[in-house]
């Protein structure tokens, strides 16, 4: 079992930055890959970026990749994107989740077993 709690969220003008976090409990966390996705209203919940077991592979939404980074702290169980050069498009409600299986990152959400509650993050033109 893995609880997810994400935090970070807000509003922020196009062109900021803003940082993420994902605090993780449970035995499994260490060893699970870690996805950021994102739900706009009225939008299906896409992939944005994961991060392996280890916190060595990443990867990213074509949206996502040179705009944000994801890291993780696997003493301090935490996942965090540092998201910058934000745009209006990005405003969506974000959520972590858990994927146990240790092969190559995986960008379906119905392949992630454990999910956080979400956060907001909202952009201003």
Known sequence: QVQLV????????????????CAASGRTFRTSAVGWFRQAPGKEREFVAAVD???ISTYYSPSAKGRFTISRDNIKNTVSPQMSDLKPEDTAV???AADSYRGPLRTGAPEYAYWGQGTQVTVSS
């Open 94 to 96: 974000y959520y972590c």
């Open 53 to 55: 077991w280890i916190g």
């Open 6 to 21: 994400e935090s970070g969220g807000g509003l922020v003008q196009a062109g900021g930055s803003l940082r993420l976090s």
